[in-house]
T-cell receptor, first 108, second 113 residues
Framework: RKEVEQDPGPFNVPEGATVAFNCTYSNSASQSFFWYRQDCRKEPKLLMSVYSSGNEDGRFTAQLNRASQYISLLIRDSKLSDSATYLC?????????FGKGTRLHILP | DAGITQSPRHKVTETGTPVTLRCHQTENHRYMYWYRQDPGHGLRLIHYSYGVKDTDKGEVSDGYSVSRSKTEDFLLTLESATSSQTSVYFCATLAGDGQETQYFGPGTRLLVL
């Protein structure tokens, strides 16, 4: 079992819809959590950190459930420009573990 | 943006030749990483460095070596390139001291014929 698992998608979603991604991690000692975004043929870039209390940045909301060991990302009112691959990232001690990513296609 | 550059950005080489990829950062970040990214595998860590001359292996280190003689430069060497090393290689940095965000370079596309 991979330490960080995501649904690979692709998710094909009409513009304006709400889309949710989930990510699970297997090591309860994991300490910090992030969502990265990667556009086609580009490098990954930090989208947002994920806190236990949940956090929001505009149309994006991230949640962490430590008891169930899953992380979520919600995108509201999706835009064409949201089309990308979303990577779940977990830090544990000196290790940074990436999920394989979920591909999102926003359809006009 | 952590001022990370990678060179070359694209390279075509032949099996058996040595190849060196360079990562350069301008932010004085302590940690530097080399990843490869392949379809179906996501990002996989090759080697990382936690300071000058301090390096360690990642999950796919076979066939690769690294060196870090200065804070700003992290070199990845393929001693004898194989076709299985055809990939996109990303360098990343992390400041440390409680800062946990990784910043990535633009990537190097390597094709081994």
């Amino acid at each position: 079992r991979k330490e960080v698992e995501q649904d690979p998608g692709p998710f094909n979603v009409p513009e304006g819809a709400t889309v949710a991604f989930n990510c699970t991690y297997s090591n309860s000692a994991s300490q910090s959590f992030f969502w990265y975004r990667q556009d086609c043929r580009k490098e990954p870039k930090l989208l947002m950190s994920v806190y236990s209390s949940g956090n929001e940045d505009g149309r994006f909301t991230a949640q962490l459930n430590r008891a169930s060991q899953y992380i979520s990302l919600l995108i509201r009112d999706s835009k064409l420009s949201d089309s990308a691959t979303y990577l779940c990232v977990v830090n544990r001690d000196d290790k940074i573990i990436f999920g394989k990513g979920t591909r999102l296609h926003i359809l006009p | 943006d952590a001022g990370i550059t990678q060179s070359p950005r694209h390279k075509v080489t032949e099996t058996g030749t040595p190849v060196t990829l360079r990562c350069h950062q301008t932010e004085n970040h302590r940690y530097m990483y080399w990843y490869r990214q392949d379809p179906g595998h996501g990002l996989r860590l090759i080697h990382y460095s936690y300071g000058v001359k301090d390096t360690d292996k990642g999950e796919v280190s076979d066939g690769y070596s690294v060196s870090r003689s200065k804070t700003e430069d992290f070199l990845l060497t393929l001693e004898s390139a194989t076709s299985s090393q055809t990939s996109v290689y990303f360098c990343a940095t992390l400041a440390g001291d409680g800062q946990e965000t990784q910043y990535f370079g633009p990537g190097t596309r390597l094709l081994v014929l």
